[in-house]
């Protein structure tokens, strides 16, 4: 590849991840040599002020048509811009959150450290969102996996963030193992790891032998995939680690880590399997391999999201609450990705950005409510109403979001996954059922938030007496997710007009 | 009535007003909240009579675009809105007015008026609602708003479940709506009521999806309006403030699924069984909880047994196809059922206790609230004259000449019983002896007491709005311009009103018999009137024998039925939960903290995927 | 060139893997399980290069994708005895069967 070849790349489509790398760059070498006095929070705002940065210059980009450099393997279609701002602002907002906490025993010295590995596992998500090739997805998918196994593990001396890094990294690792030997296969089935090209060779198998192999393929790689998600079965690492790892980090995994697991598995099923055929004769021959793989799918959705809200019922630890409830959201998603209807990327494009807004701002009440004392039982909420009356507001507000309560985002994204369900070809009355009635059972702990806050009085020997003093960043995010869930959930217009004007619902996804 | 949207904004004002500045304002929050919804009152009633001399007014815009499906919002107001506009605003109104004297002294007063603010605009979100979905959304506001409100005083260990527990068995009903409503968006194509209204005509939909759609839709009314089997909230929600109850469990809230039920009628009448469903739960449903409400000795949990049942009767006329009739009887009932409301709560707060069992004697002390008590109880026993007797009377007719004489004569028995209780809650209340020691009696402040004069008059007018005798204006006014909403009057046999007549005279008297008269002197009536005496004397037997018998049975019956309800209905409900919980424990159980588990976990699923996957060939359908 | 069919290198990769399954999902020892999801990986390698030369349609893009999950799987090793270091300084122990502080 001579200069010539090199020069004659449209690099300016890279640009917001050139600025992210470059700041995480930046902030790296001059941790390493900036005096130790030096308050690393300053590093933080850099960081935000970085990705407020890239996400201008993506949103300068939005216009432009697909563009696809380096042999097709960095591609910036609708898909990839669509979801990058989600992930862009999801971080941002984490990013605010990291910057106002303070856990107990202090983490000066490695604040820093905090800060960029954030932007790193920022870096590998949207690297995901915009690849064309399955070797820039799996280094994209390991960048954000390795920064997030440290990032859990970064409260150094607290046993439990330890602990969880150690659980994430283990099962992480056999995760990972299982998509790259489905994706071995899927190699060896085409011969090549480009997307695209994949796509137009899968559908020429002609062996009954090779389709089985697929099919093993497709499982090896969902299963795997399912580790990014958090959805069954592979979803039991998730309480425990979101337990362990610090709030913001706890916010970052199951926002932005989560969105880009769906990115990756909507790359990889729509391109890779989306023109198979589910078999090489009679009505399988007939049928695309998703439709076949539909009811394995469903089944996965339906026991996400069982598993995720019964259990979630048990718990007394907020963190493990949410966890299992963030198990629970990640199955209404499968169901749109089950689905398959017409409008499955308006339905997961709105429910992930609504998912991010409500569950980031849920988990900033959370770190500051549980940062003071480790103390992380859902007492913690009684009576937040009486010490705190707006930042109960807003919590409230995320609670009845995230239940899907008429009026807030959450319901509107609700509604666009099951009318989705029932408006594909065939319906998925079965799978809608369940999506109801575990959403009336997640009722039960999100009302037990409810009731805490407003329904109790406080406890007695709380150290700090009534007030709670809400940081800088805090706020911002706190404003920014309570503004957009309660607009969104009143004038969802604006996001999915946003959405059809400028990503034309992903017509250049396969191009 | 093109600004009619205005109406449901004056009580959220008030709500985010107070949420801001309520801890400042203190008492005050009351004027504030006083002031926005008297203006909601007055814009109804502009909006109620320009609706007489307008045809039905319908404004929306685009909401939400889903794929190529255009979701609309906006309001509409037809003869059924405007009548409910008024209803609302102006028991709300007069909630607000009252709850200042109610509610003195409370340390989170604002907040009271806060949520009162809330709940009033969800309702007259509700009812200005021009399609499913929007209504769905202002519906479940009203559940946020009521749970609020029941679990007022939450330091109370029983308000907490009673909230609780209002909120989570209206929601059963709400999935029945959902479903309801998602099944006919899918058949119709559109979440509005005329769109619906069309396809129905038309037939574009078939019978059975008709008949599934409404039954569900009618589960969500079920869940809202207190109907049996899901009916237990309502009585354990009278731990809820007294003006709470009178607004949402009298005239507001529950009344909302009747509402649905009207404002969908004409998807009801399409289907056969449908109606039939609807009549015959009504129907039940008006039996049982008055069989209930002959045992209770708590005074608000006998009146929510009444609405209970009130409810059901709304449900049996508009399941006889007999809409005016239940509409009429939802207007009519508002009034007097919130005016015991808030008469009972007059007593409540001079006595200090709930339980009937204590009081005694209050006619003298209370000089205001024992006849207006008594005008309520006159007008929901059905005595001539009263509100209550001309709608109960439409809702009698409507049963018979539908041609069930089952359900009409289930509905002639309730009627009995309602007088009987009521009045047997009368008497123990405000006649004989005080059971009980009672210091400081006394009348309740003005503030409360007009707000009850003022429905006391509406108890007793606004049953002339719709009369055999002096001509169905109201009626006739609903169902202009819609066949499908059946005629404005039924003519039906005057023996009904006899009957009717009749029973609630007998109940009262049977009611007087047993707890008015052992008060009285017997020496009194034998020494001036011996012949009435005798007579009396002679009637005793009756009273021993209704003792025996009747009153013996159903009291029997009763015991058994709340026995049915204690254990079947919440059986079944405990059940479900209880499976639930067993999962959880499971989930919880299997988390043990082995991280090598965890991976475990997924690989087998993975492996069951691949076994599942190669047997069945790769293909499942 | 080479009388190896392209199965038996598959199906050693497959034993490789479940090897490494094994191990990792029952072995007590940390350090012995990261080991094990190294092999794991490892068995990737294999199922890359063999297709990358005896597969349908060979490439050279089998062997470049093998050189990336090398170097990936050298990072998490890293990654992985780093955290497991830190936890051993405040536990005192390698076992990953005693690190079940966080549980329901």
Known sequence: MDLDTLLSFEWGAMAPEFIILGVATILSIVDLFAPKHLDRKIFGWIGFAGILLALASLINLVGLGPVSILYDTFRLDGFAKAFKILLLIGAALVMLLALSYKPKEGMEEYKGEFYYLLLAGLLGAMMMASSGDLITLFVGLELLSLSSYILAGIRKKHLPSNESAMKYVVNGGIATAFTLFGMSYVYGLTGTTNLIEMTNVLPNLANAQYIYILGIAFFMIFVGLSFKLATAPFHMWAPDVYQGAPTPVTAFLSVVSKTAGFVILIRILLTVFGNAFAGNSGVAAMTNFLVGMQDYIAFLAAATMIIGNVVALRQRNIKRVFAYSS??????????????????????????????????????????????????????????????????????????????????AGFIGKLNIFIGALASEPAHYVLASVMIATTVISYFYYFGVLTQMFFRPAAEDEGEGGKIRVPVGLSIALVICVVATIVFGLFPNIALDFFHTNFEGFADFLQ | MENAWIIPLFPLISFLFLLLFGRRLKENSGYVGMALTFLSLIYSLVVLFDRFNHPTYKAEATWLAIGDVQLTAGFEVNQLNALMLVIVSLVSFLVHTYSKGYMHGDDRFHIFYAYLGLFTFAMLGLVVS?????????????????????????????????????????????????IGMILLFWQVGSFEYDAIFLAVEEGAISAGIITLTAILIFIGAVGKSGQFPLHTWLPDAMEGPTPVSALIHAATMVAAGVYLVAALFPLFTASETALMTVAVIGAFTAIFAASIGLVQTDIKRVLAYSTVSQLGYMML???????????????TH???????????????????????????????????????????????????????????????IAAWTNGNPVLFWLAVIAAFFTAFYMFRLFFMVFTGQSRSEMKNVHESPKVMTVPMIVLGVLAV??????????????????????????????????????????????????????YGKKSLQRDWLSSRMPITYNMLYNKYYLDEFYALSVVKTTKGLSVLLSYIEAFVVEGIVKGVAGIVHGLGKTGSKIQSGQVQAYGTVAFVGLAVLVVVYVLAGGYLK | MSSVPVAAYLTLALILFCIG????????????????????????????????????????????????????????????????????????????????????
């Not at chain 1, 988990?363 to 009356?389: M, S």
């Not at chain 2, 005083?153 to 709506?177: C, H, N, P």
């Not at chain 2, 007018?461 to 499908?484: K, Q, R």
């Not at chain 2, 005057?494 to 008297?509: D, E, H, Q, R």
């Open chain 1, 327 to 408: 198990i629970a959201h990640a199955g209404y998603l499968l169901v749109a990705v089950t689905a398959m209807s017409s409008f499955m990327f308006d339905a997961l494009w709105f429910y992930l950005g609504a998912y991010l807004f409500m569950n980031v701002g849920a988990f900033a009440v959370i770190q500051l409510l549980t940062q003071h004392t480790d103390n992380e039982d859902i007492g913690v909420f009684a009576g937040l109403y009486k010490r705190a009356p707006w930042l109960a507001v807003a919590m409230g507000v995320f609670i009845l979001s995230l239940a899907g309560i008429p009026g807030t």
């Open chain 2, 130 to 178: 021009p399609n499913l979905l929007q209504t769905y959304i202002f519906w479940e506001l009203v559940g946020v708003g009521s749970f609020l409100l029941i679990g007022f005083y939450f330091y109370k260990e029983e308000a907490k479940a009673a909230a609780k527990k209002a909120f989570i068995m209206t929601r059963i009903g709400d999935v029945g709506l959902l």
């Open chain 2, 317 to 331: 006329a508009l399941g006889s196809a007999g809409y005016v009739a239940g509409v009429f009887h939802l207007m």
């Open chain 2, 334 to 396: 508002a009034f007097f059922k919130a005016l015991l409301f808030l008469a009972a709560g007059s007593v409540i707060h001079a006595v200090h206790t709930q339980n009937i069992e204590e009081m005694g004697g209050l006619w003298k002390k209370l000089r205001l609230t024992g006849p207006l008590f008594l005008i309520g109880t006159l007008a929901i026993s059905g005595v001539p004259l009263f509100s209550g007797f001309f709608s109960k009377d439409e809702i009698l």
């Open chain 2, 461 to 514: 007018v606004a049953g002339y709005f719709n009369t055999p005798w002096f001509g169905t204006f109201l009626g006739d006014w609903l169902v202009e311009g819609n066949e499908a909403l059946g005629h404005g009057h039924t003519e039906g046999p005057a023996w009904i009103m006899i009957v009717a007549t009749l029973v609630s005279l007998l109940g009262i008297f049977l009611a007087w018999l047993m």
């Open chain 3, 21 to 104: 399954l094994y191990g990792a999902l029952t072995k007590r020892n940390t350090v012995i399980v990261l080991i094990s999801i190294e092999l794991m990986l490892n068995a990737v390698n294999i199922n890359l290069v063999a297709f990358s030369k005896f597969g349908m349609i060979p490439s050279i893009t089998g062997q470049v994708f093998a050189l990336f999950a090398i170097a990936v799987a050298a990072a998490e090793a890293a990654v992985g005895l780093a955290i497991l270091i830190a936890l051993y300084r405040n536990k005192k122990t390698v076992n990953i069967d005693e690190m079940n502080d966080l549980k329901s």
